[in-house]
């Protein structure tokens, strides 16, 4: 009988990645509508590859599910990074793998599953014939989850504003915020309004409510759906915070910081840019009484 070759030859390659966790999925699966919540997040998530065209092909993206973990990998194209437009090139393809990752998070949060989670970028392993990835920047996306994250966001890790040449966070969040994503995707006008990819700190000085700031980079999800064309997801997210928040003190931590952070999204939206007050207003009340 002929033996089988399990030799695993390593070879780096650059890559950004995303390592996220579903919190209360142990729930979920021993829940009365078990089959219906799973079958939801797995069409979700799989789906999820449909609008990550970081590089033109698909075949350079790779994607893994493992229960409620899911691991996002996208390379980093050295080719497209030469150049007068060095840095533009970096921010636009950091975007757009940023912009799939909060669809992803709204998508979840609608639905009543919240996530966790780091990106980071460096070093990756990946085999797909045999089901094997590895590498240090796993392990720093990994961390940044388990370690960092402890509430319902995603963590960006700071080196990333470092490669894309930017010595100050702040500058790198106004970066990535900036301007529209309307030239890169394909998709009517109210799907690409993410003009708030990054949770921008700056908003605290503008804001008499308290937020407190203890990391420097997460995903801003919320932000980006509180435009005109999302305020009615919004109520929604936060009638789904209400719902969780008493339900079991194991998490009410957790949806403490959801109701603290939708809380001031909104309430920034109505005092800043005059949003929609008819659907704000409401979602503003709800989250205040709870």
């Known amino acids: 009988m002929r033996e089988k070759n399990y030799r695993v030859n390593v070879d780096y390659e650059e890559c950004y990645v995303a390592f996220i966790d579903v919190l209360g999925f142990k729930e979920k699966v021993f829940g009365e509508k078990s089959e219906d919540d799973l079958s939801f997040y797995f069409s979700t998530v799989l789906g999820f590859l449909d609008v990550l065209d970081l590089v033109d092909g698909e075949d350079d993206i790779n994607f893994f599910v493992i229960s409620d973990s899911i691991i996002i990998t996208a390379p980093l194209l050295a080719a497209e990074f030469n150049g ?26 609608l ?22 990835i ?5 392990v720093s996306a990994y961390r ?3 370690e960092i994250a402890k509430y319902p966001r995603v963590i960006v890790d700071p080196k990333i504003a470092e490669y894309c040449e930017f010595a100050m966070l702040q500058d790198f969040i106004e970066a990535v915020n900036g ?27 503008e804001m008499n409510m308290p937020f407190d700031r203890d990391t420097h980079l997460f995903v801003d999800y919320v932000g980006s759906l509180a435009n005109v064309n999302g305020t009615n997801l919004v109520k929604k997210i936060a009638e789904n915070i209400i ?21 001031f999204i909104t309430c920034y939206r109505l005092k800043c840019h005059n949003f929609n007050g008819d659907v704000l207003n409401p979602v503003r009340r709800l989250l205040q009484k709870a």
């Open 134 to 138: 590895a590498g240090p920047a796993l």
């Open 84 to 109: 007068a437009n060095n840095q533009c090139n970096k921010i636009k393809s950091l975007k757009k793998f940023l912009v799939s990752i909060s669809r992803m998070q709204a998508q979840l949060a």
């Open 179 to 205: 301007g529209r994503l309307y030239e890169y995707f394909s998709e009517p006008r109210s799907m690409n309004d993410y003009s708030s990819l990054l949770f921008d700190w700056r908003m605290l000085e």
């Open 243 to 263: 719902l969780g928040l008493y339900k079991d003190l194991n998490y009410f931590s957790k949806y403490n910081w959801l109701k603290s952070y939708v809380s």
């Open 144 to 146: 940044l989850e388990s």
């Open 111 to 132: 639905n009543n599953f919240w996530t966790r989670g780091g990106v980071s970028k460096g070093k990756v392993f990946i085999d797909k014939a045999k089901n094997v």
